[in-house]
């Protein structure tokens, strides 16, 4: 549409030109879209918080988060989301708890020999 006024970038978010957008453009389109759509005001960057906690809710693997999140370190993924995410250790904790059991018939833990270890 926009014609010989094009320029084209291979930006996903850019103008009606092609060319960059400012943060502050794209954060006022943002907004126009929560209120035609009725929803509450919430930052760009708390979406990323959301869908991070989501991921992680849902057994998605922290490296998997690490990457669609970009961090360089994995580190940086699980320092910033443990907090967050307190349902995680109760879940683990919980499932330790069951295979430790004794008078449960879920036993998931096989004891292996030694030389059957990997690098044994």
């Not at 879209?33 to 918080?49: E, K, N, T, V, W």
């Not at 991070?52 to 961090?71: D, F, K, R, Y």
Request: a neutral charge; glycine letters at 4%; hydrophobic letters at 35%.
């Amino acid at each position: 549409m926009a014609g010989d006024d094009w320029k084209e970038t291979g930006l996903l978010f850019c103008s009606k030109n092609g060319k960059p957008m400012w943060p502050s453009s794209l954060t006022k389109r943002y907004q126009r879209l929560l209120d035609d759509a009725g929803l509450p005001q919430l930052s760009i960057h708390a979406l990323r918080h959301t869908f991070s906690t989501i991921c992680l809710l849902n057994e998605i693997p922290a490296e998997q988060v690490q990457t669609a999140l970009g961090h360089s370190s994995i580190r940086t993924t699980k320092d910033m989301y443990a907090n967050y995410i307190p349902q995680l250790a109760t879940k683990a904790i919980s499932a330790l708890s069951e295979v430790l059991d004794p008078n449960t018939d879920q036993r998931h833990l096989e004891v292996a020999r030694f030389d059957q270890r990997k690098g044994a």
